[in-house]
């Protein structure tokens, strides 16, 4: 495997996004590099958490939702919102972690093991290896395994949502999606949500939307600034917290509006 | 200032008027009780009551009276069970495709519709069951007696479906889409997401609707004192005419029996058991639902 | 992680979607034959009874009284007793449940009577109507010695649906937003003014659906009447409420014996001649039009109502 720094995972090309007759993205071009963290930011309306769930194709839940431009995944090249490829095909490969944790009615265990299930998975051994893993990967392990089979919303917010984390990694996917995962989370569950972000990008490329800027700071590599559908700057995080080259961008980072 | 006082006691009538109005369904609850209990109070000191919830020979009406009240009990519930199992299947796959599956638009015209089913007189469903229902199932089953538990049974099954389906569909509308949200983004189907999610979340909801059902059937008159026939009958044979409860109500009812007399007082008995069955489904009921109400 | 591994296995992954999806549609189908099933067969229904008694159907048929004879017999007095039985309903049912729905969403507090209350409402929607056919018969026919009359009937009726007015009312109110009552009571108004030039105005619509589905289940009902000891063979009508002489208006029908739709239907049904047969599937048309004529304009009240408010 070669570990090049600058390895394309995805990229959005032309993307134009409508909600009916409402343009809610207009012209976005981005990459997403391998393994990296890349943030979204912007005030909120701006179109940050619309353009994330273009990703996993959430928009096809809903009626009247229209895309056009690309999303390419490499390495295989396939635009993934192309009408020909099957939304659940794009959302086996790509996990994403919610604003609210969204833990299922069901224990721990059934939590986590969830995704493998759908795709017919119940070999009791392949579960018990894969809960384990992602259990661990999401730094939830040592808390919970003496009570895996409890109901997960017995578990405190913070915990759900490292179990969210759990979830999406169990179907080992090749992008992780994660739209404002502290946004409902104190301080400390916060922390450690970040400390298991930056954790994982060794392992996983991540898109995090966030209207946390300090939190854009810590965690991501790249951070893309959006406002009113559009990307008004795209780079790396360092350059656009200390030299941002739109006048836009550098209000908005030093909180003069939004 | 004088008028401020008038305007207090003026408000203070209203108030106590309104509140008066909202207690009376209390007094409501307890004159069944109490009328009940009183004829029954009556009924038991003629019978024994061994007799009554162990015998199973009912021929109050005989002149050598026998008050075992489990032929009646054997026969609702035998209707019950048979109405059931085409309401609750029938009515949580629809209420499942209505939430998860249907289209808004269609949702919408539909939904009325079932409405109105729930809306046709009971006693019109009781001649599709004698009339029309019975000869067709005479031509599958040639045994079957012109009365018999089968054919009310099915028919009240059709008549609870929209209750069954709108009730759980409620439910299923109260989970929140965020929830349905994380299992899609796994990957999974509508049908996955419906049963591995949806349903385990709207549980007590769904819950409530099948007990709701339930007791409405326990509950039903006319299609039985119409369709099964008016024969005690201590069976679990769908083929047979039976008599419910409610039936036996009707057909004494439908006599001339003097007030005070031992078969006056056995329709009150009857009345009580019937009571006390739905009041056991619908506190169940209502305690799921308030359940939900406490979850979402 | 094993990522080359698991997406080797992408063929296999490929397969299991198509076999979700298969699934998947299954179900859909399932689910709208289903959902259908119901509405085929009410129209199947529909249709059996219309072919049934629309030979029956004639202006003789509603003008004529019961008979020995099927070709002969009418159902005047059924309706005209459903009629009056509707009347009685609504004048205890209405005011008494409205009222009873506004005490509660306006005024109750939080305290163990208004829990005692509310589950008891919840309670009674879901007690067997032939119990409040039991209750009718213990108290109004022989307590307060109604006897079997249009009163006791339509009274049992009207203890039917009271739980059904309340809850529609308090829907209805609780769909008022609170702003509009904080508006209300800015301008210095009274609870009871509020209520009065508010409140009642803005849940009309609600309210006025509630009854009519109320009064429609009401129409339809068999067994409380049968119960109290409505007569199944009546060639009479009650007296009429208004005369030509003084006072001019009689109450007088209200003790009068009667028998009402389902019971003529019921009646007929239960006779082996088909003969009657005809006859209850004509009477059946006419219920069953009454009955989804109310719906109807239940389901439009709320419909007109709904686009005339907007908050």
């Not at chain 1, 578990?155 to 080992?172: E, H, P, V, W, Y």
């Not at chain 2, 054997?74 to 009515?91: E, K, N, Q, R, Y």
């Not at chain 2, 269609?106 to 019109?124: Q, S």
């Not at chain 3, 208004?114 to 009718?136: C, H, K, M, Q, R």
């Amino acid at each position: 495997m070669t570990m090049l720094t600058t390895e394309l995972k995805a990229e959005a090309e032309n993307l134009n996004f409508y909600y009916g007759s409402v343009q809610a993205l207009k012209n976005i071009n981005l990459s997403v590099e391998r393994r990296k963290v890349t943030a979204l930011i912007g005030p909120s309306g701006c179109g940050k958490t619309t353009f994330l769930r273009c990703f996993n194709r959430m928009h096809d839940l809903y009626p009247h939702n229209r895309y056009e431009g690309r999303i390419i995944l490499y390495p295989d090249k396939i635009n993934i919102i192309s009408p020909e490829i099957d939304p659940i095909e794009v959302r086996m490969q790509i996990s994403m972690v919610f604003q609210k944790p969204n833990p299922f009615p069901k224990s721990i265990y059934e939590n986590v093991a969830y995704g493998l299930r759908v795709r017919g998975i119940s070999k009791k051994g392949i579960l018990d290896e894969a809960v384990e893993k992602s259990l661990r990967g999401a730094a939830l392990w040592e808390e919970v395994k003496d009570r895996l089979n409890s109901l997960a919303v017995d578990l405190s917010g913070g915990q759900q949502q490292r179990l969210c984390i759990a979830r999406a990694l169990a179907t080992d996917p090749r992008i992780l999606l994660f739209d404002e995962p502290t946004s409902a989370l104190d301080p400390t569950a916060t922390s450690k949500i970040e400390e298991l972000i930056i954790e994982l990008k060794n392992e996983v490329t991540i898109i995090i939307v966030t209207h946390n800027m300090q939190q854009a700071a810590r965690v991501s590599d790249y951070t893309a600034f959006m406002y009113l559908g559009e990307i008004i700057e795209f780079d790396k995080t360092d350059k656009i917290f200390t030299a941002p080259s739109s006048r836009l961008t550098e209000e908005y980072i030093t909180g003069r509006f939004g | 200032m004088k008028r401020t006082v008038s305007r207090k006691i003026k408000e203070r009538i209203i108030e106590t008027g309104l509140f008066l109005c909202a207690l009376s369904s209390v007094f409501i609850t307890l004159s069944i009780v109490v009328i009940l209990t009183y004829e029954s109070y009556g009924f038991f000191k003629e019978v024994s009551v061994v007799e009554f919830f162990t015998g199973t020979t009912w021929t109050p009406l005989f002149a050598e009276p026998k008050f075992g009240i489990l032929p009646l009990v054997s026969g609702t519930l035998l209707i019950t069970a048979i109405s059931l199992m085409v309401a609750l299947p029938v009515g949580l796959i629809s209420a499942i495709y209505l939430s998860e599956y249907a289209p808004h638009k269609l949702r919408e015209t539909i939904k009325p519709v079932l409405e109105l089913l729930a809306a046709v007189p009971t006693v019109v469903y009781g001649y599709f069951a004698l009339l029309f229902l019975t000869p067709l199932l005479q031509k599958i089953l040639p045994d079957l007696s012109g009365f018999n538990a089968i054919s009310p049974g099915i028919i009240m099954g059709v008549m609870i479906v929209p209750y069954v389906s709108s009730v759980s569909e409620d439910a299923m509308k109260a989970v929140p889409m965020y929830i349905r949200e994380g299992s899609y983004a796994m990957g999974a189907t509508k049908l996955q997401t419906a049963f591995k999610v949806v349903i385990p979340s709207a549980f007590s909801g769904i819950a409530a609707a099948f007990i709701m059902g339930i007791s409405r059937a326990i509950g039903e008159t006319m299609v039985v004192a119409i369709a099964a026939g008016m024969m005690p009958n201590f069976t679990i044979n769908p083929m047979e005419p039976v008599q419910t409860l409610t039936s036996y109500i009707v057909q004494v009812s439908l006599g001339d029996v003097p007030h005070g007399t031992i078969e006056y007082k056995t329709i009150f008995a009857a009345g009580m058991v019937l009571f006390l069955m739905t009041l056991f489904f619908n506190i169940i009921g209502f305690w799921l639902r308030k359940r939900i109400r406490e979850a979402y | 992680m094993q990522n080359i591994e698991h997406r080797a296995q992408s063929t296999d992954i490929k397969k299991r979607i198509a076999l979700n999806k298969l699934w998947d549609y299954i179900f859909l189908a399932t689910g709208l034959v289903s959902t259908l099933a119901g509405l085929v067969l009410l129209f199947a229904l529909m249709t059996n009874l219309f072919i049934d008694g629309s030979q029956r159907l004639s202006y003789k048929f509603l003008t004529a009284f019961p008979s020995r004879f099927p070709e002969e017999a009418g159902i005047l007095s059924a309706w005209v007793g459903t009629f009056l039985l509707m009347l009685v309903t609504a004048f205890a049912a209405i005011p008494l449940g409205v009222a009873a729905g506004i005490y509660l969403e306006e005024y109750a507090g939080k305290n163990w009577l208004t829990d005692i209350i509310e589950i008891n409402i919840a309670n009674l929607a879901g007690v067997p109507s032939i119990i409040y056919g039991l209750l009718a018969l213990g108290m109004f026919v022989y307590f307060f010695k109604f006897g079997e009359s249009v009163l006791t009937g339509g009274l049992a009726l009207a203890l039917l649906i009271l739980p059904m007015v309340i809850m529609a009312t308090r829907e209805a109110i609780r769909a008022i937003p609170n702003s509009i009552r904080e508006a209300s009571y800015a301008l210095g108004a009274t609870k009871w003014q509020t209520v009065w030039w508010h409140i009642i105005p803005y849940s009309t619509g609600g309210i006025l659906t509630g009854i009519i589905i109320g009064l429609s289940r009401a129409i339809g009902e068999t067994a409380p009447i049968i119960t109290v000891g409505a007569l199944t063979f009546i060639a009479f009508l009650p007296a009429a409420p208004v005369s030509a002489e003084f006072p001019f208006i009689s109450f007088k029908w209200l003790f009068d014996p009667f028998t009402v739709m389902p019971i003529q239907i019921f009646n007929w049904v239960s006779r082996p001649q088909q003969g009657f047969h005809i006859n209850a599937a004509a009477a059946g048309i006419v219920l069953l039009c009454m009955t989804l004529f109310m719906n109807a304009a239940a389901i439009y009240i709320r419909y007109k109502f709904r686009k005339r408010i907007k908050w």
